[in-house]
């Protein structure tokens, strides 16, 4: 496994560690008044855990299509076929999240019309996250509907799992590669728990500003990230029709 297979991989870890769920409920579970060290550790285990096996199955039918249609998408129709999926990622990441202070601020308002008062989905999580008496089971339920919820959208986690797919290693060491790439999902908030531990409230403010930085731009770097996978197969598809030479 070399380094143009590794360096992708950590990227994609990376960025998908600043999720919703590996990240910033973490976070909101390490500001409560009492932390609860076992809470989010119960929490990321379980996070973590959802994706092996996720990304296990998803793997396992990539590998299955792969040795079936081998070869098709070398061809003009798959080149064509990968433009059209890049110009559609292309639009969405520059349509999907408004990129000045008034479109956010009308969208904003928007949303509160049609919720008509009610708390927005990222209120309920955070009541969610820091309410409940500490037990396992809560928590677990927690991780795994933010999970469920978040998979989806998790851009650079099916990224990975295409990289991992094609990569051409073992089923055994695919595994291993996807456990590694969990564990560095959920890297980052044991780093900030471990500081939570030793620091205790002197860090509270740090995670305060971080959480709002990560809810305001949350957004955001999902249409970056959908521009640039979108450009990336774009241009690359367009290479190869020939439109370059």
């Not at 809810?215 to 367009?238: D, K, P, Q, T």
Request: net charge positive.
């Amino acid at each position: 496994m070399g380094v143009e297979l590794v360096a992708p991989l950590a990227v994609l870890a990376l960025i998908d560690s600043t999720s919703f769920g590996t990240l910033v409920i973490p976070i909101w579970l390490m500001m409560a008044p009492r932390l609860r060290a076992h809470r989010v550790l119960v929490f990321l285990a379980t996070v973590g855990t959802f994706y092996l096996l996720l990304g296990v199955a998803l793997m396992a039918g990539a590998m299955a299509v792969l040795d079936r249609v081998d070869g098709v998408f070398e061809g003009t129709p798959g080149h064509i076929a990968q433009l059209v999926v890049g110009v559609i990622l292309l639009v969405l990441g520059l349509t999907i999240e408004p990129w000045t202070k008034e479109g956010k601020r009308k969208r904003a308002e928007r949303r509160q019309a049609r919720r008509g008062g009610k708390p927005s989905r990222l209120q309920v999580w955070r009541e969610r996250a820091a309410g409940g008496d500490g037990a396992a089971t809560g928590v677990v339920v927690l991780a795994l509907s933010a999970a469920v919820i978040e998979a989806a959208s998790m851009l650079p986690y099916l990224a990975a799992i295409g990289i991992i797919s094609s990569s051409g290693l073992s089923p055994s060491s695919s595994v291993v590669v996807l456990a590694t790439y969990c564990l560095v999902m959920v890297t980052p908030a044991l780093a900030l728990l471990a500081a939570r531990v030793t620091l205790h409230e002197r860090i509270t403010p740090t995670l305060t500003r971080l959480d709002a930085w990560l809810s305001r731009n949350s957004g955001e770097a999902l249409a970056w990230i959908l521009g640039i996978v979108g450009f990336h197969l774009s241009v690359n598809a367009a290479y190869a029709l020939g439109w370059f030479s």
